[in-house]
């Protein structure tokens, strides 16, 4: 089955990347998000991101128009019955998640692909409250999703090879993104590694090795990273990262992941990096280091 319409569940952060990075891609997009507001305030991201582009000239106003006119939006699940695929964004919580799946089982044809962005959760948990629990897969983008170019491809233990082959075909082809395919396990491999590195980051910090700044400018400039561990954090989210090291340190019950006590009162004291406006730096409304 040919992959033209594209449901997004969630517009959030990576909902919205999620979004504009299909529309691109010449995909017709239906967004469903809870409330009206919820969707006004995440197409009014996207359009900003547009904006951006356009005033760094990477994207043209026509090419901006022919994007936005790609997007449907929508609190109506049942709209989602026009894809071949759905895409849930939604935050990290493993009974929501599985409440949005089971919903979407009946929504959705057996032939239609129901993939999840989590970075943490487990697939098979999630497929286990569908019918067609062999059509559930990871798809695992990284923020920012328009310039990362990898996704993981998670199989749960029931996805089917016919699932895995076309999610694959759809990433590496219509999407034009590297596809790589990952058995679940808790963090994968891009979060299991990045968060590790993250957290060790935090520790040398609490040490007084070196300030967060100096420690970033090691990690950017000596290794070539595009941000350094602490301003990485920031743009994921501060509470996101908590999360995952939290989940995988329940999973796997080793030290190495249990979160730092200064990550810890970051999120206690809603410093959460780029979305709240400060973390370990400050930022502007539009997510620009100040």
């Avoid at 919820?38 to 043209?60: F, H, N, P």
């Avoid at 029931?158 to 895995?164: L, M, R, V, Y």
């Avoid at 990485?232 to 249990?258: H, I, N």
Wanted: proline share 2%; charged share 25%.
């Amino acid at each position: 089955m040919l992959i033209k319409t594209v449901g997004v569940v969630g517009l959030g952060t990576m909902g919205q990347g999620i979004t504009e990075m299909l529309a691109a891609n010449g995909l017709d997009v239906i967004v469903v998000e809870r409330t009206q507001e919820r969707l006004t305030y995440g197409m009014e991201m996207i359009v900003l991101s547009l904006d951006k582009q356009i005033e760094k000239w990477a994207l043209t106003q026509a090419e901006r128009k022919l994007i936005m006119n790609r997007v449907q939006t929508t609190s109506d699940y049942d709209k989602l019955s026009e894809c071949e695929l759905v895409i849930e964004t939604i935050t990290e919580d493993l009974e929501s998640k599985k409440t949005i799946f089971e919903q979407l089982d009946q929504i959705c044809g057996p032939d239609v692909i129901l993939a999840s962005n989590t970075s943490t959760l487990s697939l098979t948990e999630l497929a286990s409250v569908t019918k067609y629990s062999d059509r559930v897969i990871g798809m695992h983008f990284i923020y920012p999703v328009s310039k990362i170019d990898i996704v993981e491809l998670v199989r749960g233990l029931k996805t089917s090879e016919h699932t895995f082959s076309r999610a694959k075909h759809f990433v590496d082809e219509i999407i034009h993104k590297k596809g790589i395919m990952v058995f679940e396990s808790p963090g994968f491999v891009t979060t299991r590694l990045i968060c590790l590195f993250i957290n060790e980051a935090l520790h040398v910090l609490e040490e007084g090795v070196a300030s967060a700044e100096d420690i970033d400018n090691a990690m950017r400039i000596g290794y070539s990273f595009q941000h350094g561990p602490f301003e990485m954090a920031d743009r994921f989210g501060l509470d996101s990262v908590l999360a995952a090291l939290d989940r995988m340190f329940r999973e796997y019950g080793e030290l190495k992941y249990r979160p730092s006590i200064v990550l810890k009162k970051m999120v206690r004291a809603g410093h959460l990096g780029a979305k709240s406006g400060v973390g370990f730096f400050k930022y502007d409304k539009d997510g620009d280091r100040i």
